[in-house]
């Protein structure tokens, strides 16, 4: 299998979106699984740029942004973390409107991962129910993380080109948004007001940009708020809305799950399906009947010479260097050339090194004795 | 690839047959009794009826999943009965509506590409969610974006004095184009917008 740009070997499809698609990839110079998002050159500008630029590194427990990025010929991949769960839209279809407490701790993440989003400067602009990930926690509580910032867009900063054309998603934007107003943060509270009311009834908001605003109560009134259609009405900052959030009464406390006692309880599934034969937990597998005794790897496993194509801008920010869970045993060298040995080939070597030491430790012994 | 959502899925249901995430709930007694909820439920347990449809109708569980709007894995889980109820209302709809085509497939037959069709609609019922979520597309701006590129238009080609001149040129011949010109070449933002929306205002409005 070519790796892409002489380093993300795509492994399989796990997602189609509005732009692109994204794969499950073995990163060959961080020797980890992530998941490769694969854009045209064209779309893939914006992310780049975000990727590229100092402020939009941003590390945080809630927010998945991708951490490097490498070019072909015509299409771009960015990798970022891979996550298991699916999203908030699979949790939709499988369980259809969400019980209140376990909405609460989903907006409370996200309001957490948006004041780190915005605090860097940035609007999200399409924070739709499948741009919210979920780590695979089962009926325990879930762990979201936002995602797909391809077309976010930078606070104070007036559009380059003022086009005709709004990006997003119909029945998510906020009313200043789809009149084509500059990126402000609080149209990110807007689409996730609009968000918490799908959830809380599982009727998604109408193209129309009508809400499924359906009952009362403390949360409902946040919601409202969130979705005032004058941003000067919506809470100032995610920041401000997750203070409100916590004063409505319905957050359950850390590590609380009072939805786990009721019938039928909110589960977040492992999405992705098995590896397919070649690969294990760790990376590429040997061939268990082929693989010679000597340690030389199959076939396969050896890294391309080097890469046919037109190789490969490559740009690694967040160099990540002990966080590869794996690294050869003798620790591959980092931010050099990417270290392609098998690792079963290593410890061939790190086995022969230590009988040979092993041996020349007993021989000396026997010599002192002897003489 | 179908062969590959088959293996998927028998190794989703078999990991949650053996696996060690199952074993507080999955007692002989509980899903003894989770099987009654369904046939209360469901008229029947889910297992069976999930079997039948996709051998009606010549599915797969993975595409049958993905047609009710549900993820794989959750599937899995109701037919073997860890999980009792489905929670969206609206695959409830698309299961009996399966069910349906299935039964009719059986006793009358059904050609395959009808049956692909009808799959189609099934799937497009109200609130699918999952994966079949709206793309993230372009929609029409509103007025004021719309106004700005025709300013922009206008001032790429002449200045404004230029096409106030012009305006007056051709304002015997045909006022409302004059207006037109001046409006759009040499005026307020407002005033164009103005224009704009006493002209197309009902179509334009962003859908």
């Given amino acids: 299998m070519e790796a892409f740009a002489g380093r993300y070997t795509l492994i399989d499809l796990i997602g189609t979106g509005g732009m692109g698609s994204v794969w499950r990839a073995w990163d060959q110079r961080r020797r980890t699984y992530v998941a490769a998002k694969v854009l045209g050159q064209h779309d893939a500008a914006m992310l780049i740029r975000f990727v590229r630029e100092q402020s939009l590194r941003i590390q945080h427990p809630h927010v998945v942004a991708p951490h490097s990025w490498a070019a072909d010929d015509d299409k771009v991949a960015f990798a970022m973390d891979l996550v298991r769960g699916g999203s908030v839209a699979t949790?939709?279809?499988?369980?259809?409107?969400?019980?209140?407490?376990?909405?609460?701790?989903?907006?409370d993440q996200v309001l957490h991962g948006l004041s780190a989003v915005h605090a860097a400067g940035i609007v999200h602009r399409d924070l739709k129910p499948a741009n919210l990930l979920l780590e695979p926690t089962g009926t325990h509580r879930p762990h979201l993380r936002l995602s797909d910032f391809g077309i976010a867009g930078l606070i104070d900063e007036p559009r380059l080109t003022r086009n005709s054309m709004v990006l997003g998603t119909p029945g998510y934007l906020a009313p200043e948004q789809l009149r084509g107003a500059d990126p402000d943060p609080r149209q990110d509270l807007y689409t996730l007001g609009a968000v918490a009311a799908e959830l809380l009834t599982g009727v998604r908001p109408g193209t129309d940009s009508s809400l499924p605003i359906a009952?009362?109560?403390?949360?409902?009134?946040?919601?409202?708020?969130?979705?005032?259609?004058?941003?000067?009405?919506?809470?100032?900052?995610?920041?401000?809305?997750?203070?409100?959030?916590?004063?409505?009464?319905?957050?359950?406390?850390?590590?609380?799950?009072?939805?786990?006692?009721e019938a039928d309880p909110p589960e977040v599934f492992d999405q992705l399906p098995p590896l397919p034969p070649g690969w294990g937990p760790s990376g590429p597998v040997l061939r268990p009947a082929t693989a010679l005794p000597t340690g030389v790897p199959a076939r396969e496993d050896r890294p391309r010479a080097e890469p046919t194509g037109v190789p490969a801008r490559q740009h690694d920010l967040a160099p990540a260097p002990s966080r590869t869970p794996r690294e050869g045993p003798r620790g591959a060298p980092i931010g050099g050339e990417p270290d392609h040995r098998p690792r079963a080939r290593a410890l061939v070597w790190m086995a022969g090194l230590s009988i040979t030491g092993a041996a020349g430790l007993i021989g000396a012994a026997i010599w002192l004795l002897v003489r | 690839m179908s062969s590959r959502n088959k293996a998927w899925f028998q190794a989703f249901a078999s990991a949650k047959m053996t696996g060690p995430g199952s074993e507080e709930d999955a007692t002989v007694d509980q899903i003894a009794y989770n099987l009654r909820q369904q046939i209360e439920l469901y008229g029947e347990p889910l297992g069976p009826l999930v079997r039948r449809i996709c051998d009606a109708l010549g599915l797969s569980q993975a595409r049958l999943a993905e047609t009710l709007g549900l993820s794989a894995p959750m599937l899995s889980q109701l037919m073997s009965a860890r999980r009792v109820k489905i929670g969206n209302p609206a695959v409830v709809s698309r299961?009996?509506?399966?069910?349906?085509?299935?039964?009719?497939?059986?006793?009358?037959?059904?050609?395959?590409?009808?049956?692909?069709?009808?799959?189609?609609?099934?799937?497009?019922?109200?609130g699918a969610f999952a994966k079949s979520a709206p793309p993230t597309t372009p929609?029409?701006?509103?007025?004021?974006?719309?106004?700005?590129e025709i300013q922009d238009l206008f001032r790429s080609v002449a200045a404004a004095d230029e096409v106030l001149r012009a305006a007056d040129l051709v304002a015997g011949e045909s006022p409302e184009l004059a207006e037109l010109m001046r409006t759009y070449g040499a005026g307020r933002t407002d005033e164009a917008v103005a224009h704009f929306e006493r002209h197309l205002g009902g179509s334009s409005h962003p859908r």
């Fill in chain 2, 139 to 148: 929609g029409r701006a509103g007025p004021r974006a719309v106004v700005r």
């Fill in chain 1, 91 to 107: 949790l939709l279809g499988d369980h259809g409107p969400l019980p209140e407490r376990y909405v609460a701790v989903l907006l």
């Fill in chain 2, 95 to 126: 299961l009996h509506a399966l069910d349906e085509l299935a039964a009719r497939a059986e006793s009358e037959g059904v050609r395959p590409d009808e049956i692909a069709v009808t799959l189609d609609e099934i799937r497009g019922t109200s």
């Fill in chain 1, 215 to 261: 009952g009362g109560g403390p949360l409902w009134d946040l919601v409202r708020r969130l979705t005032s259609v004058s941003p000067d009405d919506r809470p100032g900052s995610a920041a401000a809305a997750r203070d409100l959030l916590a004063t409505v009464g319905v957050l359950p406390p850390d590590g609380a799950t009072p939805w786990a006692t």
